[in-house]
């Protein structure tokens, strides 16, 4: 074999991964596949390497390890299509690899815009409730459509109150030595953080307050 000549010189096993080969190639390590895909891509010892060849077998390693880094993005929690791509992208996989690895997930149920926003919803609503605005404010910066959106995220005036209600019932344990205009300012902003509309903090602060002193009087929100 000539110097010129472009070859894989060796595959063996990875120590650093047990679930790959190192393919060496003009006796250094190049690439890492599983035994699988090196089997499908029928890819031997001694194979003199075209530059067509070379940059299908980069383009496969960079795809597991693309799907390999998915899945432990997802492991962690659901995730958009648009959020996953492009925390991928940032891990510096590109734009080909990417489109792969989507498609690839999709394909087995990994990933589904419409299964996302259903958990996001439920999740928000369980444990950091958020008003319709701000909530579908969160849902369009992950990607999701408005149609998906819409469909999902409907407004329903009482179900957002008493969202906003148990939320600042449940912070004003907290704020028990404040006066009582200090405790409405920081329930006020609470809700304002969280994206409740006016109208329903008002109501919010009416309901929570009232029966203390100065029950008829709420300067901050009148």
Known sequence: MSEETDAITRIVPDRRRPDRLLIERNGLPWLRLSALRISELGVRTGEVLTPERRARLE?????????????????????????????????GFGDAVVQEVMTKLRALGYVDDRAFVAFWVAQRRTSRPRGIAALRQEL????????????????????????????????????????????ERRVIGLLQRRGFSWSVIRRVVREVFSGKAGDNDFPLVD
């Open 59 to 91: 383009h496969a390693a960079a795809v597991e390890e693309a799907i390999e880094a998915a899945l432990r993005l997802l492991a962690a929690r659901p995730r958009s299509e648009a959020e996953l791509a492009r925390r991928l992208r940032q891990k």
């Open 140 to 183: 369009r910066a992950k990607g999701i459509t408005d149609e998906l959106i819409e469909a999902a995220v409907t407004h329903d005036a009482e179900e957002e109150f008493s969202a906003a209600l148990a939320l600042a019932q449940k912070h004003l344990g907290r704020l028990q030595q404040h006066d009582r205009v200090t405790q």
